[in-house]
């Protein structure tokens, strides 16, 4: 596990788009093309500034979500909604290239689903992600893998629906540790006080938390944190 130190957010975002030039550009030239896993809350914001500056052959992506809201895709709350009105529009990504949710369904049927979609774009039930971009929220949940929550020790399924999700909204599908944990590489990033002591509980307390769960079985492990992140390390 790699911890670096930014000093704010926009060197969060500088920091994080070298590491996804990198690492597209190498699953490009080895494997012909670049699976990654987006999320939602304030990683979108990263990304949707960050992502335009990389240097990449965008034919080649294949993006995918970390964890999705079941909720049209019009919607504020959307998070493929967000990135197709705020990311889209500033790169050569065209629509296509995104594994989203059915619109329209329970949060089990969009997980089925989903999980059909990931097998066509994976060739297989192998889905092996060249990287996933995670946040932390401030209980320590990451994708929607919740403290508490019987999803926590899943490992039949690769997508799970969930429909009690304490961060609203309640109706959401999340890859499992299974998959998150056969990742290639694996990116927290983390900005602000409000995560300083999650940040803490998990990086040098060691608490046993979702998003201490995430530790990739043969990948690489980051988490970007800035000063007002770091504050208590
Ligand atoms: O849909 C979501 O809510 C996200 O995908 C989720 O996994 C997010 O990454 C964390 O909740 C952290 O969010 P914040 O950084 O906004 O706290």
Redesign the pocket.
């Known amino acids: 596990m790699t911890t670096i130190k930014v000093s704010d957010e926009q060197e969060i975002i500088s920091r994080l788009s070298s590491y996804v030039q990198k690492i597209s550009n190498d699953a490009i030239h080895n494997r012909g093309k670049f699976y990654i896993g987006l999320?939602?809350?304030?990683?979108v914001k990263y990304l949707c500034e960050g992502l335009p500056t990389v240097d990449t052959d965008w034919s080649k992506w294949v993006l995918a979500f970390?964890?999705?809201?079941v909720v049209p895709e019009d919607s504020d709350d959307s998070?493929f909604g967000t990135y197709k009105r705020q990311l889209i529009p500033k790169t050569q990504l065209k629509e296509s290239q995104f594994v989203v949710i059915k619109q329209g369904v329970s949060a089990e049927e969009a997980a089925k689903d989903y999980t059909d979609k990931l097998k066509a774009a994976f060739n297989g039930d192998d889905f092996k992600f060249d990287l996933l971009l995670?946040?932390?929220?401030?209980d320590g949940?990451?994708?929607?893998l919740f403290p508490g929550h019987p999803l926590l020790t899943e490992t039949t399924l690769k997508v799970a629906p969930i429909t009690d999700s304490p961060?609203p909204p309640p109706s959401?599908v999340t890859l499992t540790y299974p998959v998150v944990n056969s990742a290639r590489n694996c990116i927290f990033a983390?900005s602000g006080a409000g995560?300083a002591e999650m940040v803490k509980r998990i990086l040098k307390d060691k608490e046993d938390l979702p998003a201490s769960q995430v530790k990739p079985v043969s990948g690489s492990l980051y988490w970007i944190v800035d000063n007002a992140a770091a504050a208590h390390l």
């Open positions: 999320s939602g809350g304030s990683v970390c964890d999705e809201r998070t995670l946040g932390m929220g401030p949940h990451t994708c929607s961060k959401r983390c995560k």
